[in-house]
């Protein structure tokens, strides 16, 4: 039985992943400061024994023995990062300093969760890990791009300087289950708004383009990649290739929902990545054959039901 911290683990993707790890028999630490997470995501899982929950802010250090870390605290929604911008950068910085610390003490192997982001807004489509990408070192998206590429940094240089076993994978837009309603990132928003029976807010033209992941495949990446090889550190992409505009994504939603909603059209925020779509290669081929299995129309169905109940309950 392996010891397994998780920060951030009452977010939406942490939440997730510690319940799987759990199943696999593995005793979960679950480390949140509760900024967006919450514990009503992982409250079912406190009756199991193997299962703890620890209120903390990885700008602190913090003691424990483990086997292995996944470095998940950050605000990911853009709403939410933006709202305290230093404090998003403290979080990928310190944290990942706190983590990596942790990580050369314990010899654990130490996964980040690093983000598409570090490819800003890209000149080169789809991006491979080679990209180096297109960053706004000032802009409004900087404290969360320029946090997460400063923590793949200290990454490596902890890897290269003090031999920590470490793993990077670069995480496209995720969506599903247990996201909260007022996320501010559009798979939600857009659904919220068509079971309200309220227009969907299209920011721009709509022509923008993401790669939508539903959060089972990205947990698989995950887990996938903490069992590779010590040799191979990343970074890899973890990401859906299947590509949509805007308008495309809302449509779809509309559809599946049959709600009477219409698009509304509102500025776009600064700076948004014009385009976004994983090159896989890499993960394909290091992990195992892993790739996406949920295309995005069935991921959409399982993350609407979802928001149908919260929503009626509510
Ligand atoms: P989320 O906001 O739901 O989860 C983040 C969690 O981190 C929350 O529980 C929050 O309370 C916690 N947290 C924030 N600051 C903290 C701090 N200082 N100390 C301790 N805990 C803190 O977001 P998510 O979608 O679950 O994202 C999880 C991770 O994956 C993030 O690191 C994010 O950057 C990365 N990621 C996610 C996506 C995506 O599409 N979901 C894409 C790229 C990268
Ligand atoms: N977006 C939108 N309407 C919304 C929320 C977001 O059109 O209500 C757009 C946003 O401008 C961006 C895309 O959807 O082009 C994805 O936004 P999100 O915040 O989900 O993630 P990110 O921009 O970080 O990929």
Redesign the pocket.
């Known amino acids: 039985m392996k010891r397994i911290l998780v920060t951030g683990g009452a977010g939406f993707v942490g939440s997730h992943l510690c319940e799987y790890l759990l199943s696999q028999g593995n005793e979960v630490v679950c480390l949140d400061n509760y900024f967006t997470g919450k514990k009503e995501k992982i409250i079912h899982l406190l009756d199991n024994p193997y299962f703890e929950l620890v209120r903390h802010d990885v700008t602190m250090p913090y003691y424990i023995e483990v086997d292995e870390i996944y470095n998940l605290a950050c605000p990911a929604?853009?709403v939410h990062y933006q709202y305290n911008p230093i404090k998003t950068i403290k979080t990928s910085v310190m944290g990942a300093i706190n983590m990596l610390g942790l990580a050369k003490r314990t010899k654990a192997k130490i996964l980040q969760a690093s983000t598409s982001?570090v490819y800003g807004d890209p000149e080169l489509h789809p991006q491979p890990e080679s990209y180096w990408g297109h960053v706004n070192p000032i802009g409004i998206r900087s404290c969360y791009d320029e946090g997460k590429r400063c923590a793949e940094s200290l990454f490596v240089n902890y890897h290269q300087q003090n031999n920590v076993r470490i793993k990077i994978i670069r995480i496209f837009?995720t969506y599903g289950p247990k996201m909260e309603p007022d996320d501010?990132?559009?798979?939600s928003?857009?659904i919220v708004q068509a079971l309200k029976g309220e227009d969907l807010?299209?920011?721009?033209n709509?022509l923008?383009t993401?790669s939508f992941q539903y959060v089972s495949d990205l947990v698989e990446g995950m887990v996938r990649m903490m069992a590779t090889e010590d040799s191979f550190t990343g970074p890899v992409n973890i990401g859906n290739p299947g590509e949509f505009t805007?308008i495309e994504l809302a449509n779809l939603v509309i559809d599946i929902t049959g709600s009477k909603s219409k698009l509304i059209y509102r500025p776009?925020?600064q700076d948004?990545?014009t385009q976004?779509q994983p090159d896989i290669s890499l993960a394909k081929e290091k992990l195992g054959g892993w790739e996406p299995k949920v295309p995005l129309r069935e991921g959409l169905t399982r993350t609407i039901e979802y928001f149908d109940k919260l929503l009626s309950v509510s």
């Open positions: 929604s853009p982001e837009n501010g990132r559009v798979v928003n857009f807010t299209i920011f721009g709509g923008q993401r805007m776009l925020p948004d990545p976004r």
